[in-house]
């Protein structure tokens, strides 16, 4: 395995070497550069030497008698594409880091990149409405692009409501490409996965275990817990949600003994580890619960006929969301419209040093997305 890792590192450095000396096709120089920027994060790359810095600026776009917060980044040259980049859930919004960090390598890629504001995402709260915001965000792009297609980008729970913002008849034509990083599609399948760690690989198959992290449980409680009808029981679950976030270990008993009927089936969901009652205990989670998870749940929208083509990128032992999610989203899309890139060096979204696989990976689907630009 080190003999290996060895001729993957040289691997690379004979690729970067290569990018250098300009004996690579330009696009592919560019893609080796926008990797490594990405893997640099906030510090120094090739990329940050050779471009300008690009310009980050605070903006309002208004549709459909709305008006949403967004970034708009503009590249320090002129731009040859446009992005609309989702975050996930993460309580800093537009403001993580990450996210600023990511869209900031966008705009050296020559992208004109819009990040808009979704209050609820950055209140760990996943909801179908957010496909409006997504949705008039694409338009307003579009027309700062005198009307050419734009692009989308969407991280992890962000991929349900951008992948539905996409089925929106005000975006129809604007959207050419979209870029998913771990992303879900089943949503009953995900719900099962989070609370017994177990899911199928197709329909129909046997059940496969897997340890998924506590955080998906939690993240699901604290989404959901606002849509219990009891407040008493939205207050409990809220805090048992915190606690567990907080700490894995954290004693709930206390809470869970004061809930009433609602939040008793929630409970039982949480607590469950047999795979084959998850129907039956999904099926009675109090109405708005089962309403809003319909809603999210891409396998019941008809993505047969979206005419936009998938990059689908996700880590193929995610402990979060599966990687079946994504084989299975590539099968809903219409046929030749998806590519899906399974990548062992993810952390569901969070980037790892990648080695010459996963780099090759990686730099197909940045090679692609580059090549949509215009």
């Not at 980044?73 to 992005?83: L, T």
């Amino acid at each position: 395995m080190r003999g290996l890792r060895r001729v993957a590192v040289l691997a690379a450095v004979v690729v970067v070497g290569l990018a250098a000396a300009a004996c690579l096709p330009s696009r592919l120089q560019e893609s080796v550069r926008v990797l490594a920027d990405i893997e640099a994060g906030d510090g120094p790359s090739r990329l940050k030497a050779a471009t300008p810095a690009p310009q980050r600026t605070a903006i309002t776009y208004a549709a459909n008698d709305n008006t949403w917060q967004a970034d708009l980044y503009q590249p320090g040259e002129p731009a040859q594409g446009g992005i609309v980049l989702v975050p996930g859930l993460t309580p800093k919004g537009r403001d993580d880091a990450r996210l600023v960090a990511f869209a900031m390598t966008l705009a050296r890629a020559r992208f004109t990149v819009l990040v808009p504001e979704l209050e609820r995402m950055r209140a760990l709260t996943v909801t179908a409405d957010d496909a409006r915001p997504i949705a008039d965000a694409i338009v307003h792009l579009t027309a700062l692009r005198d009307g050419k297609p734009v692009g989308i980008a969407a991280v992890s729970f962000g991929v349900g409501p951008a992948v539905l913002a996409l089925q929106d008849p005000e975006t129809e034509g604007h959207v050419r490409f979209a870029m998913t990083i771990g992303g879900y599609y089943d949503l009953a399948d995900l719900v099962t996965f989070v609370t017994t760690g177990a899911y199928r690989d197709a329909e129909g198959t046997g059940w496969r275990r897997r340890p998924p992290k506590h955080y998906g449980k939690w993240i699901f409680i604290l989404s959901n817990a606002p849509r219990v009808a009891d407040i008493n029981d939205r207050v409990l679950l809220t805090e048992m949600a915190r606690r567990r976030l907080e700490d894995a270990t954290a004693p709930v008993d206390d809470l869970a003994a004061g809930l009433g009927a609602e939040g008793q089936a929630v409970y039982r969901l949480l607590i469950n580890d047999d795979p084959e009652r998850a129907p039956a205990l999904l099926a009675a989670l109090p109405p708005a619960m089962t309403s809003e998870i319909d809603r999210l749940d891409l396998k019941r929208h008809d993505l047969s006929r979206l005419a936009v083509d998938f990059v689908i990128v996700h880590d193929r032992n995610d402990r979060i969301i599966p990687e079946t999610h994504a084989l299975a989203l590539a099968a809903a899309l219409p046929p030749g419209r998806a590519r899906v890139l399974l990548i062992d060096s993810l952390d569901h979204a969070q980037p790892k040093p990648t080695d010459l696989f996963d780099g090759l990976k990686l730099l197909e689907a940045i090679y692609t997305v580059l090549g949509m630009r215009e």
